[in-house]
């Protein structure tokens, strides 16, 4: 977060991903503020625990299966 240097690199790689045309995706985002300054820098999508903490594959899928069917079990259900 505070080293500019580590902010160049994302940049530029991200920079990277667009001009040839690929999503750059941020791993390990845990706070809003790092979504946001990664989302500054260029990146596309992100996963981390800021969205969920890791999951067993049960697990996965009723988180799957409940996003993409948001009526049919509401969030509070896994």
């Not at 991903?17 to 260029?42: C, D, F, H, K, M």
């Not at 969205?51 to 799957?64: A, D, I, N, T, V």
Request: hydrophobic share 40%.
């Amino acid at each position: 977060m505070h080293n500019l240097v580590n902010q160049d690199i994302v940049h530029t790689v991200a920079r990277l991903g667009s001009s040839r045309g690929v999503n750059v995706i941020a791993e390990y985002v845990e706070t809003p503020s790092q979504q946001a300054l990664l989302q500054e820098l260029g990146c596309d999508q992100f996963q981390g625990w800021l969205y969920s903490p890791g999951l067993k594959l049960p697990e996965l899928l009723r988180y799957l299966d409940a996003r993409a069917n948001p009526e049919a079990s509401p969030p509070s259900a896994l």
